[in-house]
Nanobody, 123 residues
Framework: VQLVESGGGLVQPGGSLRLFCAAS????????MGWFRQAPGKEREFVVI????????YYADSVKGRFIISRDNIKNTVYLQMNNLEPEDTATYYC?????????????????WGQGTQVTVSS
């Protein structure tokens, strides 16, 4: 099983980034996919989850209206479009996979994790 994140980088406040998570080694379309983030010295924080089909999405309040999650079950990829980025969004971003949609804000519910991609928002 592999989850490989990419697309991170350095961006100015107010800018945008698009993160990618490429999945392999499991039946991607059978899993809900989530994004979490972790800033230095802080606990891992839930960002968003998308259901197997994409019909269900749940955002953390801190990113609602700025971030958009989507998935492509043909390409086995989940995307995170991040707009109007703020310095507080600086963190390592991780994608993760879990069976079922409910309980998706809890990191311990997820079975598979990627290695993360760094996002830095700074002027």
């Amino acid at each position: 099983v592999q989850l490989v994140e990419s697309g991170g980088g350095l961006v100015q406040p107010g800018g945008s980034l698009r993160l990618f998570c490429a999945a392999s080694g499991f039946t991607f379309s059978s899993y809900a996919m989530g994004w979490f983030r972790q800033a230095p010295g802080k606990e891992r924080e839930f960002v968003v989850i998308i259901s197997r089909t994409g019909s269900g999405i749940y955002y953390a309040d801190s990113v609602k209206g700025r971030f958009i999650i989507s998935r492509d079950n043909i390409k086995n990829t989940v995307y995170l479009q991040m707009n109007n980025l703020e310095p507080e969004d600086t963190a390592t971003y991780y994608c993760a996979a879990k069976t079922g949609f409910y309980g998706g804000s809890s990191a311990h519910e997820y079975e598979y994790w990627g290695q993360g991609t760094q996002v830095t928002v700074s002027s």
